[in-house]
């Protein structure tokens, strides 16, 4: 279903500048339709984030891409993302070959995901938690993706990337964020790159906004 609607949309997202070939054919491949509420099915394949309840957002197919290249996992990686929502980002991750732990802290949305991954057999970790505090037994992870706008990046989650990693989060106030893409050079030293700007929901826990 929707075959010529995501052909579409890769075909957009290339002349918006996404190069990276094994992701455009990730996206070819994940189903998006599945991962929004029913009502959204019609849009799924248009290049913007829609709500999926609960004041919380499936990202842009372009930021899912622009993220995903930039993270550029290989098979058999060990990945950490922080913010589940629908389970879409996780997905394409799955598709590329990494090794998925996602963390979410709606428990509305983390039961909602478990379902969809188990319905569409995909092996993908899930946790009910603030993933600002990262997932210390599964560390360390060869990418870290953080899908809410962070104030700073969380200490924890730099010190569970193993060195040679990369991790990225969208790092701001709560309306505006930069895409940091940092990489562990060694235990503690990082190379950072920015990304400007992006507006995602906040991260809420421990090293992101206190919820109100
Ligand atoms: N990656 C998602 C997708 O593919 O649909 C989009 C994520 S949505 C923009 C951000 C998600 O982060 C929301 O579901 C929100 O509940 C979650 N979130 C916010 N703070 C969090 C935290 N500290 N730990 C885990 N999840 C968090």
Known sequence: MYEQERQDLVEKLRQKGIRDERVLQALLKVERHLFVP???RPNAYN???????YNQTISQPYTVALMTSAL???????VLEVGTGSG???AVLFQLGAKVYTIERNTKLYNRALKLFDE?????????ADGTIGWEEFAPFNGIIVTAGSPEV???LK???AVGGTLVIPVGDKKTQVMK???KISEDEFETEEIPYFAFVPLIGLEGWKEK
């Open 181 to 183: 893409i940092l990489k």
């Open 120 to 128: 569409l057999q995909l092996r993908i970790a899930v946790r009910c």
């Open 159 to 161: 010190k569970q990337l």
């Open 47 to 53: 290049d913007v984030a829609l709500p999926i309840g």
């Open 88 to 90: 879409y980002q996780a």
């Open 72 to 78: 550029n996992p290989k098979p058999g990686d060990k």
């Open 154 to 156: 969380p200490v924890r």
């Open 38 to 40: 029913e009502v959204m």
